[in-house]
């Protein structure tokens, strides 16, 4: 069984056109036949609702809340933004923070405005004792600081790091996660930094509804999907992909305190 670490189940293509089944049907069936949790990542305050009735409704979906740096220019203030977010933590479903960090990709805020709600994003990560989902879009370099002063746990998601970032962060204890960008034709690299990440800091996502491994790519992704990246990480890493579900379910479960 396999324990998505990065989803999105509230995301609008869920109800759209793409699917055949509701997007409830598809989570039973993923539960029955191959999935054993799934973190479920809210982007904003606005979502945060239908992240946690998810958690609520079912018992192996998990909650990360948090303010994606591709939103935090929507809130007015600031210190209001993160009194919302510091209110909905304060729930049993809640396992980590997230997802948070830095998107100099499309750049939808400002920079310094991602900056600062990074940094406090993270500081309230450490006060709660949960780990920090980390979004990094072409912006290796901040947020390897950031995490450099960063007292809890990371968990890089979608891993675009370099193996040598890799190693760094693992030595500090930090996870890294890999979605279907490691299937991707060109992603040498990815699969290089998939290679370095000891077996008790690797996890597996799919960042549904994007991010499809091939032979979807480009397609709705989800949870069932997840199999082709643990076949690729097992190849990259000369292990069976039983080992790689069975040790990154373990860590997950490790992580956000399950079972
Ligand atoms: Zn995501």
């Given at each position: 069984m396999?324990?998505?670490?990065h ?5 609008k ?9 509701t ?5 039973v069936l ?6 054993c949790g799934i973190?479920?990542?809210?982007t904003?305050i606005?979502n945060?609702e239908?992240?946690l009735d ?9 909650a990360?809340?948090?303010i ?5 220019y929507?809130y007015?203030?600031m ?5 919302a977010l510091?209110n909905?933590?304060?729930?049993n479903?809640v396992?980590?923070l997230?997802e948070?960090?830095l998107d100099?990709h499309y ?5 310094d405005?991602q900056?600062?709600?990074f940094?406090?994003?993270l500081?309230?990560?450490e006060?709660?004792?949960i780990?920090?989902v980390?979004?990094?879009?072409d912006a290796h370099?901040?947020?390897?600081e950031f995490?450099?002063n960063f ?6 998601h979608?891993?675009?790091e370099?193996?040598?970032t ?9 996870y890294?996660?890999?979605s279907g960008?490691?299937t991707?034709?060109n992603?040498h690299?990815v699969?290089?930094a998939a290679?370095a990440v000891p077996?008790?800091?690797?996890l ?6 994007y991010?499809?491994p091939?032979p979807?790519?480009?397609k709705l992704?989800?949870?069932?999907y997840?199999?082709?990246i643990?076949?690729?990480?097992a190849?990259?890493r ?5 080992h ?9 479960k ?6």
């Amino acid at each position: 069984m396999i324990f998505d670490t990065h989803a999105h189940y509230d995301d609008k293509r869920f109800f759209g056109e793409e699917m055949n089944v509701t997007r409830d049907e598809l989570l039973v069936l993923l539960f029955e036949t191959s999935v054993c949790g799934i973190l479920n990542c809210a982007t904003c305050i606005e979502n945060f609702e239908q992240t946690l009735d998810l958690s609520h409704r079912y018992a192996n979906v998990y909650a990360a809340l948090g303010i994606h740096p591709s939103d935090c220019y929507r809130y007015e203030s600031m210190p209001d933004a993160l009194a919302a977010l510091e209110n909905a933590l304060d729930n049993n479903d809640v396992r980590a923070l997230g997802e948070i960090g830095l998107d100099y990709h499309y750049d939808f805020s400002p920079r310094d405005k991602q900056r600062e709600y990074f940094d406090a994003q993270l500081r309230i990560a450490e006060k709660a004792g949960i780990p920090a989902v980390i979004h990094d879009r072409d912006a290796h370099g901040d947020v390897f600081e950031f995490i450099r002063n960063f007292k809890g746990t990371a968990i890089i998601h979608s891993c675009s790091e370099s193996a040598e970032t890799v190693r760094q962060l693992c030595k500090k204890g930090h996870y890294v996660s890999f979605s279907g960008s490691v299937t991707f034709k060109n992603a040498h690299s990815v699969r290089e930094a998939a290679a370095a990440v000891p077996d008790e800091l690797l996890l597996v996502e799919t960042d549904c509804p994007y991010m499809a491994p091939v032979p979807f790519r480009g397609k709705l992704n989800h949870s069932g999907y997840i199999k082709y990246i643990v076949d690729c990480l097992a190849e990259v890493r000369g292990a069976t992909p039983e080992h790689i579900e069975r040790i990154t379910e373990q860590n997950a479960k490790r992580l956000f305190k399950v079972g």
